[in-house]
């Protein structure tokens, strides 16, 4: 029998800063279902916030409130911020470089909605791909890759440990503690700029256990995406890109945004995703970014990734204009926990980082948050269940399984059946007829013989649309074009 101390589900910032903060003394998995890199945290280009001081905690609050809609839990929004300079200097003890200017200082940036520049970003426009280098080599446990878990064992109100397929062979495993870090619900959607491995599985496993999902109407979408490539996973451009001066214009040079928010381009996100999508819509004119306000080498050196990844597609940047499209890009909603990430009602069953409904995005994220809330509530999560120091008992029968029936035949078809559905009837601008119509569907393909882990993503979209819908008024990421309600 295999039983660890800890059971940790993802190694993205959640899942690594969790175990960075575990004692090696303890008998912890860490485990993933890919290559560790295959994961959001990886492909997060701007950086993260940090409050710069004392003085702009009540400011970056007042912030993400705003950029939320003011339906975020203050209380929670509030640790955030205070934790912020704590965490930062933590991870720079222990190694974490971020970029500074030639005395050492650390150099911040400003995206939208940000009323000051608190950012710090590593390798320029590679923050995440530095962080998740560094939490990998700063991680002391055991990380299994190739680990697929499909299945939580919880009985009675308590969690016992996760069935997984690992490298094609399934197990079962227990564990004293399970830490859900399993990011966000990307794959659910056609345009995304996710990782492929973010796909809403364990979400879905909490919906059929009766474990609530909060806040499921709020995805956010981002405004500068390049989607016209044939990988599933689409091009972000940083709004750290608009925070230090880059435009959005039409075909014939217009900067149209200002006609629907006197802040333009540092409108908060679902501002200008839904500004864009509107334009486009009315004019069918095509949307771009122009940097071509950057100095070349100025550009070059503060977003190299991006200058490398477009130049490989034939963009000439900063010169060229790239053609944008808003894509979806954060679940601000998730598996509901409180500021512990305890999992209301199931013992030993925690919730961190993006999978996770904390209350800090409210109904629209502010920029650069997350990483952030990653690092945070991971360590708050952790030190709760040190200081509880909770243990299975006997443990009871699990023994229903799905061995070779992850996927079937059919899932591939339903699977792309339901990224087109998610995309035009639940992405940016909904109508209650539209919800309809993908709830429908979405009844059906759960009623064909489909694998376990479509019908997972299929309770995760459920979730979503049913939110959507019993959420009549527009708020925040929530846009809905009619309120009729007597379909
Ligand atoms: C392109 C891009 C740019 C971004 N830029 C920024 C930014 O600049 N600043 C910022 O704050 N945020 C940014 N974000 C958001 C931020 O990166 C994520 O919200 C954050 O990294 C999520 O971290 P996480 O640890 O919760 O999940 P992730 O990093 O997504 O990790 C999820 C982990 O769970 C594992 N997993 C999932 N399902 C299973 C399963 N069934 N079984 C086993 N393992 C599973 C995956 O393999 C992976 O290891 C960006 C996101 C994207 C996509």
């Not at 029998?1 to 940790?8: A, E, G, N, S, T």
């Not at 959640?14 to 998995?29: D, E, F, R």
């Not at 320029?124 to 878990?149: C, I, K, S």
């Not at 998610?422 to 064909?448: F, P, S």
Request: net charge neutral; aromatic share 8%; with cysteine.
């Amino acid at each position: 029998m295999q039983k660890y101390d800890v059971i940790i589900i993802g190694a993205g910032i959640a899942g690594l800063y969790a175990a960075m903060n575990i004692p090696k003394s303890k008998k912890v998995l860490v485990l993933c279902k890919d290559i560790p890199w295959e994961c959001n945290t990886f492909y997060a280009q701007g950086g993260m916030v940090s409050a710069l001081d004392n003085n702009d905690i009540s400011l970056h609050v007042e912030d993400t409130l705003n950029a939320g809609a003011h339906h975020n839990l203050e209380r929670v929004v509030q640790i955030l911020s205070e934790t912020s300079i704590e965490i930062t200097a933590d991870i720079i003890k222990k190694g974490m470089q971020f970029d500074t200017d030639s005395k050492g200082n650390l150099l911040y940036t400003k995206e939208a909605a940000h009323s000051t520049a608190r950012i710090i970003h590593a390798g320029g426009d590679a923050t995440g791909r530095y962080l998740h280098h560094f939490m990998m080599t700063q991680n002391p446990h055991l990380l299994e890759q190739n680990m697929l878990v499909y299945d939580l064992l919880i009985e009675n109100g308590r969690c016992y440990g996760i069935k997984a397929m690992s490298s094609y062979n399934p197990v079962t495993i227990y564990a004293d503690n399970v830490i859900i870090a399993s990011g966000g619900v990307g794959s659910l959607y056609e345009y995304n700029t996710n990782s492929r491995t973010v796909s809403a599985d364990i979400h879905g496993i909490c919906a059929e256990k009766g474990i609530a999902l909060k806040d499921m109407e709020f995805m956010q979408f981002h405004p500068t995406v390049f989607v016209k490539t044939p990988f599933a996973r689409k091009l972000l451009l940083t709004e750290a890109l608009r925070g230090e001066g880059a435009h959005i214009v039409d075909e014939d040079g217009k900067r149209f945004l200002f006609d629907y928010d006197n802040r333009g381009e540092l409108a908060s996100r679902d501002i200008v995703s839904r500004s864009i999508f509107e334009y486009k819509r009315k004019t069918e004119k095509e949307v771009y970014l122009d940097c071509s306000m950057f100095k070349p080498k100025v550009f070059h050196a503060r977003f190299p990734n991006i200058t490398h990844t477009f130049s490989s597609l034939g963009f000439n940047l900063p010169h060229d204009r790239v053609p944008i499209s808003p894509a979806f890009h954060y679940a601000n909603g998730g598996i509901a926990c409180n500021s512990h990430g305890i999992v209301p009602g199931i013992e030993g069953l925690y919730v961190v980082g993006e999978a996770a409904r904390t209350g800090v995005h409210g109904a629209n994220r502010l920029a650069s948050n997350s990483l952030l809330e990653g690092a945070v509530f991971a360590k708050r999560a952790v030190e709760h269940m040190l200081g509880l120091d909770s243990h299975i008992g006997k443990i009871p029968k699990f023994d229903k399984d799905y061995d070779n029936i992850l996927h079937k035949d059919n899932d591939k078809k339903y699977k792309r059946r339901l990224r087109k559905i998610m995309w035009e009837e639940v992405g940016i601008v909904r109508t209650t007829q539209g919800l309809h119509h993908a709830r429908n569907l979405i009844y059906d393909m759960k009623n064909h013989e489909i694998g376990r882990l479509l019908q997972l993503r299929l309770n995760t979209a459920s979730a979503i649309v049913d939110a959507a819908l019993a959420r009549k008024e527009s708020l925040g990421t929530h846009y809905i074009e009619d309120d009729d309600q007597d379909i």
